[in-house]
Nanobody, 121 residues
């Protein structure tokens, strides 16, 4: 499976960003898909995940201002984040896996190259 992220950039605190991930190459309807992020000097953390039935799961501390979604053909994955804070500055990655539980704490096997989001004060 191939994953290609887009939509990152520079945003002011309090603003919003919508990231996209193009999914192609293999049975996308079998995939659990997710967004992760990694800030400079910090470990990668899961943000949100969505399964083939559209069930979503979010990291607790990002609930309420994060929405993960997908298109009907599961060819694209989206992440919308609102009320952005400077600590949301990170590289955001799209990820996928087959089978098992689908939430952002799991181990994912397929990764995109990432898209940078920088939040300024």
């Amino acid at each position: 499976v191939q994953l290609v992220e887009s939509g990152g950039g520079s945003v002011q605190a309090g603003g919003s960003v919508r990231l996209s991930c193009k999914v192609s190459g293999y049975a996308s309807n079998m995939l659990c898909m997710a967004w992760f992020r990694q800030a400079p000097g910090k470990e990668r953390e899961g943000v949100a995940a969505i399964d083939s039935d559209g069930r979503t799961s979010y990291a607790n501390r990002l609930k309420g201002r994060t929405i993960i979604s997908q298109d009907s053909g599961r060819n694209a994955l989206y992440l919308e984040m609102n009320s952005l804070k400077t600590e949301d500055t990170a590289m955001y990655y799209c990820a996928a896996k087959h089978g098992g539980y689908c939430d952002p704490t799991r181990t994912f096997t397929q990764w995109g190259q990432g898209t940078q989001v920088t939040v300024s004060p």
